[in-house]
């Protein structure tokens, strides 16, 4: 499925009613082929892997998004974590147990019994938040070259790191969505007369709808704003963080919001 694909669903499907007295939200790490048949579901159900003895899902989003970004990502490329709502009365039938001999706790369901908690499962299963691996030097030549300037080596650091933040929710709400440079070229293609309009620009994500986040690369450090895409000039963009370094420590933290307004 691609990304396009991915990232529609996650916006459109309802979030779980979490505020029901009889619902315990859980995450649990994924990788793409197991998210796919979520996907494939409806975003209804987890699929039954007979190879498995029990499927599991934690308390916490951070446990899962650090198995996802420490297991996951670096065998498969990609890691997600899927967030999820279940009827307490079913979990009340298992055990909550410590995951890896930590502080962590988590649900293990037998496999022969999968089918039972997506009966028990209250809305939609959403994916909360995709991580990458490393892109290549290549990628950020290309995408110099084709600028003319360079990037920030913020950007390009985190980017290059073992795991990157690709696309979720924010605890704030706010859905992010970040492009590799190649990605932002072919953005810059798309969109070339707003770009044109916009001199100096480097989009490097945005909202998975029409509100783009990029950096003014005439200024630095380079602030980061938010633009539409029929934006036709700086002036109505908004300053979103002063420069790419706040905005990934930002969404590393998972507080970053969208600012709509005009400081």
């Known amino acids: 499925m691609a990304d396009h694909d991915h990232k529609t669903i996650a916006i459109e499907a309802p979030q779980p009613d979490v505020d029901s007295p009889d619902a315990v939200t859980l995450w649990r790490p994924v990788g793409q082929a197991e998210l796919d048949l979520v996907a494939a579901s409806g975003w209804r159900a987890w699929p039954h892997a007979p190879e498995q003895p029990a499927f599991s899902a934690v308390l916490g989003r951070r446990?899962?998004?650090?198995?996802?970004?420490?297991?996951?990502?670096?065998?498969?490329?990609?890691?997600h974590v899927a967030q999820f709502a279940v009827e307490r009365s079913f979990l009340n039938h298992y055990e909550i147990r410590h995951a890896d001999r930590c502080d962590e706790r988590e649900y293990l369901i037998p496999a022969a019994e999968v089918a039972d908690l997506n009966a028990h499962i209250i809305g939609a299963i959403t994916e909360e938040a995709d991580y990458r691996g490393p892109v290549s030097d290549s990628?950020?030549?290309?995408?110099?070259?084709?600028?003319g300037r360079p990037l920030p080596g913020a950007?390009?650091?985190?980017?290059?790191?073992?795991?990157?933040?690709?696309?979720?929710?924010m605890t704030t709400g706010a859905y992010v969505w970040l492009n590799t440079?190649?990605?932002?070229?072919?953005?810059?293609?798309?969109?070339?007369?707003?770009?044109?309009?916009?001199?100096?620009?480097?989009?490097?994500?945005?909202?998975?709808?029409?509100?783009?986040?990029?950096?003014?690369?005439?200024?630095?450090?380079?602030?980061?704003?938010?633009?539409?895409?029929?934006?036709?000039?700086?002036?109505?963009?908004?300053?979103?963080?002063?420069?790419?370094g706040q905005l990934i420590d930002r969404i590393e933290a998972g507080d970053f919001a969208l600012n709509f307004e005009e400081q």
């Open 181 to 244: 440079p190649r990605e932002m070229l072919e953005l810059h293609q798309v969109w070339e007369e707003s770009t044109d309009e916009h001199p100096g620009i480097a989009i490097i994500g945005g909202d998975g709808s029409r509100e783009q986040l990029v950096l003014d690369l005439r200024d630095d450090p380079a602030p980061v704003l938010l633009v539409d895409i029929t934006s036709n000039g700086w002036g109505s963009g908004i300053r979103q963080a002063n420069d790419v």
């Open 155 to 169: 950007r390009r650091s985190y980017l290059q790191g073992q795991s990157w933040f690709r696309r979720g929710w």
């Open 139 to 147: 990628e950020f030549t290309e995408a110099e070259a084709a600028l």
């Open 63 to 79: 446990y899962a998004s650090k198995i996802s970004r420490e297991r996951k990502v670096p065998a498969e490329g990609v890691g």
